[in-house]
Structures are given as C-alpha cells and as structure tokens.
C-alpha cells in the first residue's frame, strides 16, 4: 500500500476542538464527537517524557467500542520533530490578458495551452484552447474587441465542458483567466490544479506571415498556490493513510468488502491547521534500520479566524508537557 508521503506509515488524527478529559476513561465516556486528546501511553493525562496516543471521538456505535479512534503509540524519546502548519487557502493561477488598442483590419488572438490535457499528470500533454476576434475596417473599440475575444474563447472552452479555466471581463480593455478549483473525490479524484499559460498576439489581416503587431499585453497576477490544510488535502490524506490501516487491499475482498467498512472524517470543506508528529521505531530484525513514521493531527478551524486557533494551541500544550517547550512550535495567535 503506497503513502501519501515518504514515511513507512502515516496515520491521521482529524477533530474540530479538544477534549477537556484528561483520561481515556473519561475521554470514551463524555468526549464530544469530533474532539481530540492527548494522553500517556496508559490512558493518564500527559506527562513530561511519556510515551503518548492521540485519540479522536467520533459518532460510532459506543455499544461496540466503534465510537473512537486512537494513533499508534508515540515514544517521546523517539520523536524527531514536531511541525506545525498553518491553514493557508489554495489559490489559482490568473493571467489579465489587455487589448492595448483598436487597429483596424486585425486579428486579435488570445491561447491558453491547458497542460496534463486529459488528466495524464505528463505537462507532455497538452491541449490549445483560442479566442479570435477580427476587428472592421472601422468602429471596433478596445471594448468590443474584448469581448469579442472573451466571447469566442468562452465557447471553446465550453465544448471542453467549461471544467478548467474561468473567463471575467476586467475594466473595459482586459481579460481575467483563472484556473477553476477543481474537486476532490476520494480515491478517484486528486483535485489537481489547472495548469496552463496564456499567449496573446496579434496580426494584420491578410499578413501571410502573421507577423505579431503585440496589441495583447499578458500579466499573470497570481500561480497556482495548492495551500496547506485545505481539505483537499486532508481527504487525500485520509484516503492514502486509511487504506494502510483498514483495508490494504483496497476493496480487492469484494464482494465480501461490498458494503463501505472504512470510517472517514475529513471534509472538502474543512479548513485545517496541521500538527505533524514525525518519529520512529526501531524495526525487529538483524538490520539497524529505522522505521520512520508521522502521525498528523489535522485540526479544523470551521473558518480562518485567529480565535479559531485556540483548539491547536491546546495540542500544542500537551506536546510541550510530554516533549519538552523546546521540541514543539509556538503557539499561534488568537487575537
């Protein structure tokens, strides 16, 4: 089963708030869905140089003890480094394309070379997407011909099925072209950002070596950003990580396997701070080697405010008990 990033195992903690229990007893029996806790290795609130385990409440059947999930058990004295990511939202690339000005007889071109045409992840494919507009003798304004580009280039990315780039009209000479956000579907669908660059050019008509007169002038305004935390991510994550731990085959049980029996929590929508925990285990063999491991606490914030960050602090406390103030970050703003 492959992973989501180099370590050997990686295995996901995904919780709203943090439970005010202080043991594990306590946590299974009043904990809130959705919250989560660090505790000792035995089940006691956390302490200086202890082994430790992550839990997470969830809405299972408490009558068959499916109402929790628990981490590995982490050895503090084999953690390597804690690291802590703030939410930062995923951002699309945007090219302005502007009509410098209305010549007469010319043809205004505007190409969007849309890469891993297909969903191939090869930027070897590749897929040419055009505006045209050719302006009259007289009476075309720059505005006409923008819109006259943004019109033809609109209904050839729409026999595309208007899935990959977003066209707006920006002050009365220019174009913005953005990748639209794609979506994720577990297992199936990655949500890969659109990838693509703009060219812009212009020739006179009937100039058969269409030499470029450069009435286009082209600014790219924002790339592609994948950001961290998204919920994107976390659903990635998830669905990597869980197949480790529940079902390594992947369904290759069915039809035993045919109804779902893998719980998962992340949202699309979730917007999340990111605790990794990276540490090891010594593997059981002849060999000296070390299994590397990462448990990662994905702490949802509901929305990106800096009260929000209170829930992430509180993990961060009980990591700097256990591991000492000098091993994990500092705590993150709230006001």
């Given at each position: 089963?492959?992973?989501?990033?180099p370590e050997q195992v990686e295995e996901p903690i995904i919780g709203n708030a943090v439970a005010a229990e202080t043991t594990l007893a306590t946590f299974i029996a009043s904990a809130s869905d959705k919250e989560i806790k660090v505790l000792s290795a035995?089940?006691?609130?956390?302490?200086?140089?202890?082994?430790?385990?992550?839990?997470?409440?969830?809405?299972?059947?408490?009558?068959?003890?499916?109402?929790?999930?628990?981490?590995?058990?982490?050895?503090?004295?084999?953690?390597?480094?804690?690291?802590?990511?703030?939410?930062?939202?995923?951002?699309?690339?945007?090219?302005?394309?502007?009509?410098?000005?209305?010549?007469?007889?010319?043809?205004?071109?505007?190409?969007?070379?849309?890469?891993?045409?297909?969903g191939t992840l090869s930027p070897e494919n590749f897929a040419t997407v055009s505006g045209f507009y050719t302006s009259a003798a007289s009476g075309d304004t720059v505005t006409t011909i923008r819109d006259g580009l943004l019109a033809s280039l609109q209904y050839n990315l729409?026999?595309?099925?208007?899935?990959?780039?977003?066209?707006t009209s920006s002050s009365t000479n220019a174009?913005?072209?953005?990748?639209?956000?794609?979506?994720?579907?577990?297992?199936?669908i990655i949500g890969k950002q659109i990838e693509f660059n703009v060219n812009g050019k212009s020739f006179v008509t009937g100039d058969v070596t269409h030499t470029n007169t450069n009435q286009i002038a082209l600014t790219v305004s924002a790339e592609n950003n994948p950001g961290k935390g998204t919920g994107k991510y976390a659903v990635n994550l998830e669905?990597?990580?869980k197949g480790y731990k529940y079902d390594a085959a992947r369904y290759g049980g069915w039809p035993a396997d045919f109804q779902d029996r893998v719980p998962f929590y992340a949202s699309a929508n979730g917007v999340y701070n990111v605790i990794h925990i990276k540490y090891f285990e010594d593997r059981q063999s002849p060999t000296v080697e070390k299994q590397k491991k990462v448990l990662t606490i994905?702490?949802?914030?509901?929305?990106?405010?800096?009260?929000?960050?209170?829930?992430?602090n509180a993990v961060l406390g009980d990591l700097r008990t256990i591991l000492g103030a000098g091993n994990v970050p500092a705590d993150l703003p709230v006001t």
């Open positions: 089963m492959s992973v989501f990033g035995d089940g006691t609130a956390p302490a200086a140089g202890e082994n430790f385990k992550v839990y997470q409440k969830t809405a299972g059947d408490s009558s068959k003890n499916l109402d929790y999930e628990f981490s590995d058990i982490v050895k503090a004295d084999k953690v390597e480094k804690v690291i802590l990511a703030t939410y930062l939202a995923e951002v699309q690339k945007s090219v302005t394309a502007t009509v410098s000005a209305a010549v007469a007889n010319t043809t205004y071109v505007l190409e969007c070379i849309i890469y891993n045409d297909g729409s026999r595309r099925g208007n899935s990959e780039l977003v066209l174009i913005v072209i953005a990748g639209k956000a794609q979506a994720v579907v577990p297992g199936k669905w990597f990580a994905l702490v949802d914030k509901g929305t990106d405010t800096a009260p929000n960050n209170a829930a992430t």
